[in-house]
């Protein structure tokens, strides 16, 4: 247990003051740090040439001046971001990739060039037909755009070996925290909500193969806890991300632990793999065609409702709660549809607004109070 | 002999054929898809399909006051109040199939362009689950740099094929080249056409009532493929050829000052929105509505097709949306600019702010916001509408007054 602790002490540390965690890292290595906005970003790229790819998901800030560039209703990540963007809060970062996966991003990728012209910004656009080659291409020719800005950044060449090693770090890091979300679904009683996506989060302000040996590390030590039933009520978490924190507290409170989660800002980073290959831009471009069941990735089918009644069903969980990020058209369209299949499915769900800036848990905590006596009495 | 259609004539009975083509079709048996506004039309109207909008769709039921049943339904439905009010209506229409327009057919297919937003991509998808129907994709990424790149040009190229593919297995035959060099053809001549028609508002006075253009563009909207849709144009430009010669113009009571509306209309106000500005002598004459159908590649150019609908307005960077507004605002001699925060559309919204700081710098043409929405009426307030064109007019009036000194 105490190494268990000693590992959250120290991810605590990193995600509590990820400026300093980004200074310490630039340092020790000599190296810069990059910042990667919502969802998905090629981190490989970034750390491949050496740098730090630091997320960037907004936080609970005041806003004041974020609102000469967004009106009142713009999802919260963002919102935070360009407060934080035009308090200087990112002036440490040589420069931030942004990428344009819906017309919030779309348009804070362009404020952000008279809002912040300090720090350089690096936009790059997936596909949504990446199911034909051509998009498969087309990505590869944005990658390509990222690469040429992460060596004019570190001032060296990236070689083909350097980012095929790069993806290996990055596909470890995946099977690690998908091995982790197992693993901490087997010891509900130590691995909180809180700790979860304590543990989770720290990986976008830290090396990855460093987070990554330190998950390996607490996994081992977790499975040689001694088994523990959970007494509570399992619910998995869908959505664009679960915070403040003192929300993830509530379940706590109420008796319920996360088992799994369908989160952008966690599972849905780490559920695919690189595929192999030999050229490193090609192999990260044919990653994107096998990502699915994420609001901002297109599919005319809607898989999420079924993958989230499978995750239901695999994980043996009571329900599903999905913190719906506020104004977030992708995730706001999903929701009509998933509710009905879940429904059909006899799975009970929860609808939890997610506000970053939400001044108080009052609302939340009385939903999930009610949610977790509607689970008790099934 | 019938004597000559005016332009509303020609426009009422062109908008009547549209969707009662599709409804008899439709009852007989004929392909239907529905497609948003600047999708390329092209391949459907190659193959034959009837093709309705539902953006346009939604817009009508908005101005003929229809829209509250419907958005309610989609919000019982569980969708947000804060989604696309278009989106709502569409969604909620394709369940109750009953509104006060036209009751239009459901879709065999959709076809999806997101060069005006990702959130069409979004409300297409759920189209085609709820009706478990085929759905092309035209993706076509946002342009951060300034013209559209190669890599982009050659994705939609790819894209162009696989629609075609997609058509050829949906339709059951072959798709007919030569038709669509036709098409192509047609639909560059009807975009000059509108584009010529829409240029009267340059001139000053402006022949041309600004407002009016929010009824024209029904068709550049659904029939810019068709034959039709170029006589109307044509005919729209005779008719402003005739009153501008005469010194007279559409818009009654005489143009004091001309503007600039960014934004889409706010549907469900459009007489309250142009009475106002009316009373003030105020003609909206600057819009960036004909433009954005300009689309503009020659016959059998795919390279340029693709750059064509790549380049449309709300897909490119700020600094060519500065651009564009700069040069509306100076072309159309404009001498002030409303601009419309509407609820509905993030992506027009959230580089609004950034947007009137440039162009009113670059300028100097004094501009008013105001909060509304392009379909639910709810997101609306008359009083703020009138108090900030009144505030528009004065200042307006100010810089006419200093002119006039110096």
Same mark, same amino acid.
Do not use: H
């Given at each position: 247990m105490e190494k268990i602790n000693a590992i959250i002490a120290e991810m605590n540390t990193v995600v509590s003051s990820p400026k300093k965690a980004v200074s310490a890292f630039k340092e020790e290595t000599g190296k810069e740090a990059v910042g990667c906005l919502p969802?998905?970003?090629?981190?490989e790229i970034v750390h491949a040439a050496g740098i730090l790819p630091v997320g960037m998901w907004g936080g609970q800030t005041a806003l004041s001046k974020s609102h000469t560039y967004f009106p009142?209703? @713009?999802c919260s990540i963002l919102q935070s971001a360009m407060e934080f963007a035009l308090n200087g809060?990112?002036?440490?970062?040589a420069a931030v990739i942004i990428p344009a996966p819906c017309d919030t991003l779309k348009s804070f990728g362009q404020d952000w060039i008279s809002a912040a012209p300090q720090v350089r910004s690096i936009p790059i656009v997936y596909p949504?037909? =990446?199911? #034909?080659?051509e998009g498969v291409e087309y990505l590869k020719s944005e990658f390509e755009i990222v690469k040429k800005a992460m060596e004019e950044i570190s001032g060296e060449t990236i070689t083909d070996e350097a980012l095929n090693n790069s993806i290996a770090v990055y596909n470890e890091y995946r099977k690690t925290m998908r091995e982790f979300v197992k693993a901490a679904a087997e010891h509900l009683e130590i691995i909180t909500p809180a700790i979860r996506h304590l543990l989770i989060k720290a990986a976008f302000f830290m090396e990855k193969g460093k987070h990554t040996s330190m998950m390996k590390e607490l996994i081992s030590e977790l499975k040689a806890q001694p088994k523990v039933e959970y007494k509570g009520k399992k619910v998995v978490l869908t959505g664009i991300m679960a915070e403040p924190d003192s929300l993830l507290d509530l379940f706590a409170q109420n008796n319920? @632990?996360?088992?799994a989660d369908d989160l952008a800002h966690e599972s849905r980073l780490f559920r695919t793999d690189v595929p192999d290959g030999e050229d490193g831009l090609e192999r990260l471009a044919r990653q994107w065609p096998l990502m699915?069941?994420? =609001? /901002?990735i297109y599919d005319p089918q809607k898989k999420r409702g079924q993958m989230l009644i499978d995750i239901v069903r695999e994980n043996r969980a009571d329900g599903v709660v999905l913190c719906m990020m506020k104004f977030c058209d992708p995730e706001e369209f999903d929701y009509p549809i998933f509710r009905k299949e879940l429904e059909a499915a006899g799975i009970p769900l929860l609808y939890l607004e997610i506000d &970053? &800036?939400?001044?108080? @848990?009052e609302q939340a905590r009385t939903r999930i109070q009610s949610f977790a006596e509607m689970l008790d009495s099934m | 002999m019938s004597e000559k259609l005016t332009s509303k004539q020609l426009l009422g009975q062109l908008t009547a054929k549209h969707y009662n083509d599709a409804i008899v079709g439709k009852q007989n048996g004929e392909l239907v898809a529905w497609s948003t506004? #600047?999708?390329? &039309?092209e391949f459907c109207e190659t193959m034959g399909i009837h093709v309705i909008y539902p953006e346009n769709h939604a817009a009508a039921i908005g101005a003929k006051g229809g829209a509250i049943p419907i958005l309610e339904h989609s919000e019982a439905n569980?969708?947000? #109040?804060?989604?696309?009010s278009y989106a709502r209506i569409n969604l909620g229409y394709m369940e /109750?199939?009953?509104?006060?327009?036209e009751n239009v057919p459901l879709p065999d297919l959709i076809i999806c362009c997101?060069? #005006?937003?990702?959130t069409l991509i979004k409300w297409y998808e759920n189209i085609a689950k709820e009706l478990n129907i085929p759905m092309i994709m035209i993706d076509v990424p946002y342009n951060t740099e300034y013209e559209v790149t190669q890599p982009r040009v050659n994705y939609i190229k790819g894209q162009f094929k696989e629609a075609i593919r997609q058509l050829e297995e949906i339709c059951g035959r072959p798709f007919d080249y030569d038709r669509f060099d036709e098409i192509m053809k047609n639909s560059s001549r009807a975009a000059k056409s509108w584009k010529r028609a829409m240029d009267?508002?340059?001139?000053?006075?402006?022949?041309?009532?600004?407002?009016?253009i929010f009824n024209y563009m029904a068709l550049i909207v659904c029939?810019?493929?068709?034959?039709e849709s170029i006589q109307l144009f044509d005919l729209i430009a005779e008719e402003l050829e005739e009153l501008a010669r005469n010194g007279?113009? &559409?818009?009654?009571?005489?143009?004091q000052y001309r503007i600039m509306w960014e934004g889409i209309a706010c549907w469900p106000y459009l007489g309250h929105n142009f009475k106002t500005l009316k009373k003030y002598g105020v003609?909206?004459?600057? =819009?960036t509505y004909p433009g @954005?159908?300009?689309? /503009?590649y020659e016959a059998g150019d795919l390279n340029g097709m693709a750059r064509a609908y790549a380049g449309v307005m709300n897909n490119t960077n700020l600094a060519r949306q500065v651009e564009l507004r700069t040069s509306i605002i100076k072309d159309f001699k404009c001498d002030g600019a409303i601009y419309h925060m509407n609820r509905s559309c993030k992506l027009m919204d959230f580089m609004q702010y950034q947007l009137q700081r440039e162009v009113a710098d670059r300028t100097g043409v004094p501009y008013v916001v105001f909060d509304g929405d392009q379909t639910d009426p709810?997101?609306?307030a008359q009083a703020q509408f009138e108090t900030r064109v009144q505030a528009l007019v004065e200042m307006m009036e100010r810089n006419k007054i200093n002119k006039k000194s110096m």
């Open positions: 969802v998905y970003c090629p981190e009142a209703f @713009a809060v990112y002036d440490n970062l949504q037909m =990446s199911r #034909i080659e319920m @632990a996360v088992v699915e069941g994420c =609001s /901002l &970053q &800036q939400m001044p108080s @848990a | 506004s #600047i999708a390329p &039309q569980g969708y947000s #109040i804060d989604l696309c /109750l199939q009953d509104c006060c327009f997101n060069n #005006i937003c990702n009267y508002a340059a001139y000053v006075p402006s022949p041309l009532n600004g407002f009016n029939m810019r493929g068709k034959e007279e113009s &559409q818009f009654p009571g005489g143009e003609n909206m004459v600057g =819009s @954005a159908w300009t689309l /503009l709810r997101n609306f």
